[in-house]
């Protein structure tokens, strides 16, 4: 069985064929290239440090579990912190070295989604959303619901790309062809 990173399965989101590039021909990105994604990286392990003991209360949070690696099959990954919420529910929590514009993207949602199933398998206890911190807006909070079809909507994706890799499947190219114009794998890909 196959286990990918949510980023992985965010890329396979956005166009199917990252799955295929990167796992059926091996073709690394090398995303560690690039400057802004080492600094968030860096930023999120300053984050972690600074806010160990805080435990935000004015969202519901009664408990926290910090820099939690979790694993299911399929899936793994880095939540930056899992609370427990008064309800009884759980809910991932994500600090992103961005600025809030006024607009939740896709890949940030998707990304909360993979770490509420993660949390669901690994807590026993239920997801019903999640919360960004926006560091370079003055850590401006943000809540997002998830919901059980969006959860449902990541476990089929991680069966699709098992399939593209076992199969050596290559998939449709996106239809979103603006997609194709920054992507990595553009020189390369048959659209």
């Known amino acids: 069985m196959y286990s ?29 290239k690039f400057h802004k994604v080492q600094r968030g990286r860096n930023v999120h392990q300053e984050k972690l440090e600074q ?17 939690q690696y979790l694993s299911i099959e399929g899936l793994r990954g880095k939540v930056d ?6 309800d009884g529910s759980y809910a ?12 939740l993207y ?25 919360f960004l911190v926006y560091i370079r807006s003055s850590n401006k909070l943000i809540k997002v619901d998830i919901n059980e079809k969006a959860k449902e909507e990541i476990k089929e994706s991680m069966a699709a790309m098992a399939e593209i890799i076992s199969k050596n499947f290559f998939p449709k190219a996106t239809k979103f ?3 194709c114009l920054n992507c990595t794998y553009r020189n390369i890909c048959i659209q």
């Open 51 to 67: 806010n160990k003991s805080y435990l935000r209360k004015k969202i519901g949070a009664v408990e926290k579990w910090p820099d």
């Open 81 to 86: 912190e899992v609370l427990l919420l008064e």
């Open 177 to 179: 062809k603006q997609r």
């Open 4 to 32: 990918f990173y949510p980023s992985q399965v965010i890329e396979y989101l956005y166009c199917a064929r990252f799955t295929y590039f990167e796992y059926v021909l091996r073709i690394p990105q090398f995303e560690d």
């Open 92 to 103: 991932p929590l994500d600090y992103k070295f961005a600025e809030w514009k006024e607009r």
């Open 106 to 130: 896709d890949t940030y949602r998707q990304q909360l989604i993979c770490y509420a199933v993660l949390i669901e398998d690994n807590f026993g206890g239920e997801v019903k959303k999640g």
